[in-house]
């Protein structure tokens, strides 16, 4: 119990914080450097996996 407690403030927590992020333009900065680093990253990963599908057959 003591655990679901902690993750459920945790999720309560970053949503709130993100909240208030999204709704001061600092905070929209970092949120959108975020973004687009966590975009790069995916599209990387997504690289990686069509390159070695393509190059095993």
């Not at 709704?23 to 995916?42: H, I, K, S, W």
Request: aromatic share 8%; glycine share 12%.
């Amino acid at each position: 119990m003591k655990a679901l407690f902690w993750f459920v403030t945790g999720v309560v927590g970053g949503l709130a914080l993100g909240h208030v992020m999204a709704n001061d333009p600092r905070g929209r900065a970092v949120l959108a450097e975020l973004e687009t680093g966590a975009r790069d990253f995916v599209d990387a990963v997504k690289d990686g996996y069509s390159e070695r599908n393509t190059t095993v057959k």
